[in-house]
């Protein structure tokens, strides 16, 4: 991870862990290990991307649809 995105990325995962948590009823530890196994996270991760400047609810979005479908539509604007 880059090292400039690191706390964007530390700011916008427990919003989209907490909605996990509230929307799927998992626990910290399920909704974070869902998070962080997600090509979603890695894609985060990556700052070419610029997902870092998307709000947690749409990547919440992003990555219920990887989770439903094992597929992830991005925006136009990104990637």
Do not use: C, F, H
């Not at 706390?7 to 989209?16: E, S």
């Not at 862990?17 to 998070?35: H, I, P, Q, T």
Request: aromatic share 8%.
């Amino acid at each position: 991870m880059d090292n400039n995105i690191s706390p964007v990325i530390a700011m916008i995962t427990p919003g989209i862990a907490n909605l996990l948590m509230k929307n799927r009823n998992l626990s910290l530890e399920g909704a974070s290990d869902l998070l962080y196994n997600s090509q979603l996270y890695k894609a985060l991760e990556d700052e070419k991307t610029k997902l870092w400047r998307l709000g947690y609810p749409l990547l919440y979005d992003l990555l219920e649809e990887e989770l439903t479908t094992g597929k992830i539509t991005y925006p136009e604007e990104q990637i």
